[in-house]
């Protein structure tokens, strides 16, 4: 991956620069955080673009060989940001409001998941953010107005995070979003998001984006995630081409999962006909616990380890 090479790059700059040079230390730290957290890669290669400017003033070890292999991981960036979008490019998706959460949310908040399951998820999450792929507007309540007490108005996402001990919590949805959420300034959205912390004791925030884009971009072993609902009328079967675009779609999701999701770490897969692509996970090196948590749902939990 062009950014865990990036991140071995700037440690040996890091190494090399001096103190006295703030500015560039002030960079590199900016962009190891930008790198390690969710958010959008172009902010990235603007951080390196800057940073390569001043590195281009002074002197260090093996300076010559260091900046040009920088300018080769961000072209790398760039290629795999436009194969990507190509990939996202050649299927439609449409808006649909699916309510399969709250069936996985009554079993697991309802203590109905079997306890093997439900105690290995719990020590697998602990500590680390889940990523809600799909999160819809369900997870979007009005956390003040939650009755923490009554198990009926706390059944979706972030809830599912905190029961699991997860770190903090991060919805991604194309449409499902408020639309204020594109509007909102900056410091708005960091208002909403304290408000929240101090009400779950949990970092919580949302993406409106496609899930395979968000995901790409998101480094090595960092994450688990939940993906509920995903079939193919959200993400269209383009019959007359056998479901190329589709398949592709898919089978890139599944390998940017893998590679993000952290170790150990789980994809919980809950409903829509994205659940049943086991071969290819398996393929990849998940191992699989499955239960049934609804009339006809069943959720897959594939574990990294």
């Keep these: 991956m062009p950014e865990e090479y990036i991140l071995k790059i700037l440690r040996i700059i890091n190494d090399e620069v001096s103190e006295k040079h703030k500015k560039v230390k002030t960079l590199i730290t900016q962009v190891v955080e930008r790198i390690n957290t969710p958010g959008d890669i172009r902010e990235v290669k603007t951080l ?52 399969y959460i709250e069936s996985l949310s009554d079993t697991v908040l309802d203590e109905r998941l079997p306890t093997e399951i439900d105690k290995k998820i719990k020590q697998v999450i602990a500590g680390h953010i889940l990523i809600d792929l799909g999160c819809g507007d369900l997870a979007m309540l009005n956390f003040n107005e939650v009755d923490w007490n009554n198990i009926d108005s706390r059944r979706f996402g972030p809830m599912l995070a905190k029961y699991w001990g997860a770190a903090g919590y991060i919805g991604v949805d194309p449409y499902n979003l408020p639309e204020d959420l594109d509007t909102a300034s900056k410091e708005e959205i960091e208002d909403y998001e304290k408000n ?82 086991g071969g290819l996970m398996e393929e990849l090196g998940f191992k699989h616990m499955r239960a049934r948590t609804g009339m006809t749902m069943t959720t897959t939990f594939w574990i990294k380890e």
């Design 196 to 277: 929240l912390f101090d009400v779950t004791g949990m970092k919580i925030s949302y993406k409106r984006e496609d899930m395979l884009k968000f995901v790409s971009r998101q480094p090595d072993n960092s994450y688990c995630y939940l993906v509920s609902g995903i079939d193919d009328e959200i993400i269209e079967y383009d019959w007359e081409k056998g479901g190329e675009s589709y398949k592709k779609y898919q089978n890139r999701l599944m390998q940017e999962l893998y590679r993000t999701t952290s170790t150990p770490g789980v994809v919980i897969v809950h409903g829509g006909t994205i659940s049943i692509i």
């Design 48 to 99: 390196l673009f800057q940073l390569i400017d001043e590195l281009k003033e002074i002197d260090f070890k093996d300076k010559e060989n260091l900046l040009k292999e920088l300018g080769n991981q961000i072209r790398f960036l760039e290629e795999k940001q436009r194969e990507i979008d190509k990939i996202i490019g050649d299927v439609s998706s449409i808006a649909l409001r699916t309510p």
